[in-house]
C-alpha cells in the first residue's frame, strides 16, 4: 500500500465540516508556540485529515482538528512551517498558482514531520473555476451564510477532483516519473527556500545528478534555473507591494537582506536586465 492512501477514503465532503477563512475569531491552541509566517499572491488551502496541531491564520492561531479546512487568500498571513510540533498529524495543502493547481500531503507520524514524494496536479479548467468560485466571497459580508456556503462548496468541487484525479493515478504513474512532478511543485510551494540540491537528493532518495538530469530532460531547464525563475515571480509580486527586502529575503530563503539583493544582482546579470 502507499505510504498515503491510508488517508485518501477521508478526502470525502462530508468529513469536513468546520471552515476558517481571514477574520475568524481563532480557537483554542498551546499557548507560547512560536511559528514562522508567511504571505504570498497564490491562494492556499490546508485540510486536515487526522491529528491535532495548532494552526496559524491571520493572526490568530487556532486548534486545527480532522475536519477542519483553512483558506488561505491572496497576502493573508499563515503559518510556514510545522517546526515544534510534537504532535503525529496528517494535511493535505491546496496550492493555486497562476496556471497550475497542485496538492502536497505533510504528515508527522512520530513527531517526524515529512511530505513524502507525492503530488497530485489538477487541470487548468478545474483551477480556473475554483478561482472564479472563491472570487465570489469578497462580495459577501463577514457574517453572511453564503460565505460559508461558498467554501463548503470548494471542499466539495476539491473533494471531486481529488477522486477523479485517483481514478486516473495508476495509468498517470505509468507514464514518468512521480517524483518529478512532485520536486517541481515542492520548489513552487517553497519558492526555492530549503531547496539546495542536498536536501532535493536527502527527501527523493535520488542522487543529485540523476535527479538533476532527469529533471532538466522533462521540463527544459535545470533545476537551479527553476528556483531562480520562481524567486524571480515571487521577488516581483512582492515588491509590488512594497514587502520590505528583509521580509522577501526570509520568505526565498536567503541569510540576509544583503544575500538576497546579491542574488537579485547576478540575476539580472545573466538575464542582462537593466
Known amino acids: 500500500m502507499n505510504q498515503d492512501d491510508d488517508f485518501l477514503p477521508r478526502m470525502r465532503p462530508d468529513f469536513f465540516r468546520r471552515f476558517y477563512d481571514r477574520g475568524d475569531a481563532p480557537g483554542t491552541a498551546e499557548a507560547g508556540a512560536v511559528r514562522r509566517q508567511e504571505s504570498h499572491r497564490e491562494r492556499e488551502i490546508m485540510m486536515v485529515l487526522a491529528g491535532q496541531t495548532g494552526f496559524l491564520l491571520d493572526g490568530g492561531l487556532y486548534q486545527a482538528a480532522p475536519g477542519d479546512v483553512f483558506f488561505m487568500d491572496h497576502w493573508v498571513p499563515h503559518q510556514a512551517a510545522y517546526e515544534n510540533i510534537k504532535s503525529d498529524f496528517c494535511h493535505i495543502w491546496f496550492h493555486f498558482h497562476e496556471k497550475s493547481l497542485f496538492a502536497v500531503p505533510h504528515r508527522a507520524a512520530g513527531s517526524e514531520p515529512r511530505t513524502g514524494v507525492r503530488s497530485w496536479d489538477f487541470s487548468e479548467a478545474a483551477l480556473a473555476f475554483l478561482q472564479e468560485r472563491w472570487d465570489r466571497l469578497a462580495a459577501e459580508p463577514r457574517d453572511s451564510g453564503v460565505r460559508q456556503e461558498i467554501l463548503a462548496s470548494l471542499v466539495r468541487l476539491l473533494c471531486e477532483e481529488f477522486a477523479n484525479l485517483m481514478r486516473r493515478r495508476n495509468a498517470d504513474e505509468e507514464k514518468g516519473n512521480p517524483v518529478l512532478p512532485w520536486l517541481k511543485n515542492y520548489i513552487s510551494m517553497r519558492y526555492g527556500r530549503d531547496c539546495q540540491l542536498c536536501e532535493l537528493e536527502r527527501i527523493t532518495g535520488y542522487n543529485r545528478f540523476h535527479l538533476m538530469r532527469l529533471f532538466k530532460e522533462e521540463y527544459g531547464m535545470t533545476i ?46 545573466r538575464n542582462q536586465v537593466p
Open 224 to 269: 537551479g534555473e527553476y528556483i531562480n525563475c520562481v524567486r524571480r515571480g515571487f521577488a516581483a509580486a512582492a515588491a509590488g507591494r512594497k514587502m520590505r527586502q528583509k521580509e522577501i529575503a526570509e520568505q526565498l530563503g536567503f541569510q540576509s537582506a544583503a544575500a538576497y539583493y546579491l542574488w537579485r544582482k547576478r540575476d539580472r546579470e
